[in-house]
C-alpha cells in the first residue's frame, strides 16, 4: 500500500483545523493509500518546519498560506502539472481576489480550504445601552469607544492583535483605508503621510485615549478573542473561524450577546485584510500524481461545505459559499453573519503582496508595537521600520505582482 506523507496544521490553539482531518480515512479507502500524518504543528512551528526544508525530507503534502506564499515558493508543485483538468475546476470556483492569491506567475501553488477575512464583533447589549449603532468608520468607533468609556461601563471599549505579523496586518488595513499603501510596484509604501496617520490613530487608540484594553501591546490573535469571549471588551475585529466559539454557551459567556458589523472605514474606502489556508505538494515529492489527487479531494466541494459548518470557516469556494446561504435562509445569525463576510469578500479583500512577508513582519513588528505602546513617535517608527526592510524590496521585481 503506498504512503503519503503530510506535514498538516493543528496542535495546541489549533485544534479547529484538525476537523477537517478526519476526512482523511475516506480517501484512505477510495483510493487504497495511507495517509502519515508527520507532524500536526500551530502556524509558527510549520513556518519554522518550513524554513528547514532542504529537499531531502520525504514529505508529500504540507499546510499553506495564501500571505506566505511566495515566502515558500520554491517548496511547492505546481498543481496544473499533475492534474491540469481538476485544477481548473477548482480555480474557477474561487472569488477572483483568492485565485490570484494562489497563483504566481501561472503556477497554481495552493489548493485553498478556507478564505479568512475578519469583520467587527460587538456587543449588542452595551449598543443598545447607549443608545448606537455599529461604527462605520474609524472615527465613529473612536467616538464609541469613548462614549462607551464615558458610561463607565465595566469593559474595555476595544482591542485589537498588536504583536507580531498580526499587528502588521491590522495596521495594513487601516493604512489602506485612510488611503495609502503597504507597497507599490517593487516599492514600500508605508512611509507616508497616510502611514503616520494609521499608526498614530493605533497609538492614540492605546495611549492617548485609552479605550483599549491595557495588556494590548501583548496581545496576538487568540488573545483578542479570548478577551471577547469572556466579556472583558465591547469590540474587536475577529475572523469567522471564531464564530461558533462565540456562540457556544459551553465555551463563550457572550453567546446570546453579540453580532457581526462591517469593519470600519476611512477616506480610503473599505479594506479588510485577508488570506487563506490550504495544502500544498511538495515539489520534490515522489508520489505528485496521488499527492496531488489528495490535496484536492481534502478541499472539495463536500469537504467545504462540512469544514464550514462543523467550525464556521468561509468556504475558499464560491459554489459552497452560495450553499451556506440557502441553507441557512431560516437561521438569522448565519444569514447575517455570511452575507457581512461575502460582502467583505467582494468588495475589500485585501491580499498581501509583499514577497518575503515573514521576514518583513518580523522586522517591522515591534517597531510598530513600541509606538502602539506611545514609546516612539509613529514617523520615526516608520522611518525606522522601512530602514529595515527596504532590502527585501529586491525580491519584489521576481516574485511580486
Not at 240 to 255: E, K, L, N, T
Not at 289 to 304: H, K, Y
Not at 329 to 341: I, P, Q
Given at each position: 500500500m503506498d504512503v503519503l506523507n503530510a506535514v498538516l496544521i493543528g496542535g495546541k490553539g489549533f485544534e479547529p483545523y484538525e476537523v477537517l482531518?478526519?476526512?482523511?480515512?475516506?480517501?484512505?479507502?477510495?483510493?487504497?493509500?495511507?495517509?502519515?500524518?508527520l507532524h500536526e504543528f500551530s502556524h509558527p512551528e510549520l513556518n519554522a518546519f518550513k524554513d528547514n526544508l532542504?529537499?531531502?525530507?520525504d514529505v508529500d503534502v504540507i499546510s499553506s498560506h495564501t500571505s506566505f506564499l511566495r515566502s515558500y515558493k520554491h517548496l511547492y508543485l505546481d498543481l496544473t502539472e499533475t492534474d491540469p483538468e481538476s485544477t481548473k475546476i477548482m480555480l474557477n470556483d474561487l472569488p477572483g481576489p483568492l485565485k490570484k492569491a494562489v497563483t504566481v506567475k501561472g503556477e497554481v501553488l495552493i489548493a485553498p480550504r478556507f478564505i479568512d477575512v475578519s469583520s467587527l464583533h460587538y456587543r449588542t447589549s452595551v449598543f443598545n445601552k447607549i443608545g448606537e449603532?455599529?461604527?462605520k468608520t474609524w472615527d465613529e468607533l473612536l467616538q464609541v469607544a469613548i462614549k462607551i468609556k464615558e458610561n463607565k461601563i465595566d469593559m474595555y471599549p476595544y482591542t485589537f492583535a498588536a504583536r507580531g505579523h498580526a499587528l502588521v496586518g491590522r495596521f495594513m488595513e487601516i493604512l489602506h483605508s485612510f488611503g495609502g499603501k503597504l507597497i507599490d510596484g517593487e516599492h514600500f509604501a508605508f512611509y507616508s503621510q497616510e502611514g503616520i496617520e494609521a499608526l498614530q490613530f493605533l497609538a492614540d487608540l492605546h495611549v492617548k485615549y485609552k479605550i483599549t484594553h491595557p495588556r494590548t501591546p501583548d496581545f496576538f490573535y487568540d488573545d483578542v478573542s479570548q478577551a471577547f469571549k469572556t466579556g472583558e471588551v465591547v469590540m474587536v475585529l475577529d475572523w469567522?473561524?471564531?464564530?461558533?466559539?462565540?456562540?457556544?454557551?459551553?465555551?463563550?459567556?457572550?453567546?446570546d450577546d453579540f453580532s457581526i458589523a462591517l469593519p470600519p472605514q476611512g477616506k480610503g474606502g473599505l479594506w479588510v485584510y485577508g488570506g487563506s489556508h490550504g495544502l500544498s505538494v511538495i515539489r520534490w515529492s515522489k508520489r505528485?500524481?496521488?499527492?496531488?489527487?489528495?490535496?484536492?479531494?481534502?478541499?472539495?466541494?463536500?469537504?467545504?461545505y462540512f469544514e464550514s459548518k462543523s467550525q464556521g470557516f468561509l468556504p475558499a469556494r464560491t459554489s459552497v459559499f452560495a450553499m451556506l446561504l440557502d441553507s441557512?435562509?431560516?437561521?438569522?445569525?448565519?444569514?447575517?453573519?455570511?452575507?457581512?463576510?461575502?460582502?467583505?469578500i467582494e468588495e475589500a479583500y485585501l491580499p498581501v503582496k509583499v514577497v518575503k512577508w515573514r521576514e518583513f513582519t518580523e522586522n517591522i513588528w515591534p517597531i510598530l508595537n513600541k509606538a502602539v505602546r506611545g514609546?516612539?513617535?509613529?514617523?520615526?517608527?516608520?522611518?525606522?521600520?522601512?530602514?529595515?526592510?527596504?532590502?527585501?524590496?529586491?525580491?519584489?521585481?521576481?516574485?511580486?505582482?
Open positions: 482531518y478526519s476526512k482523511i480515512p475516506d480517501f484512505e479507502r477510495k483510493y487504497s493509500i495511507k495517509v502519515n500524518i532542504n529537499g531531502g525530507e449603532e455599529p461604527p469567522p473561524g471564531w464564530d461558533y466559539v462565540f456562540r457556544d454557551p459551553r465555551q463563550s459567556s457572550i453567546w505528485k500524481g496521488l499527492a496531488t489527487t489528495f490535496v484536492l479531494f481534502m478541499v472539495s466541494t463536500e469537504n467545504q441557512s435562509k431560516d437561521n438569522y445569525f448565519e444569514n447575517h453573519r455570511l452575507s457581512v463576510y461575502r460582502k467583505i514609546e516612539i513617535k509613529a514617523e520615526e517608527a516608520l522611518k525606522n521600520a522601512y530602514e529595515k526592510v527596504k532590502h527585501l524590496e529586491k525580491f519584489q521585481a521576481e516574485l511580486g505582482e
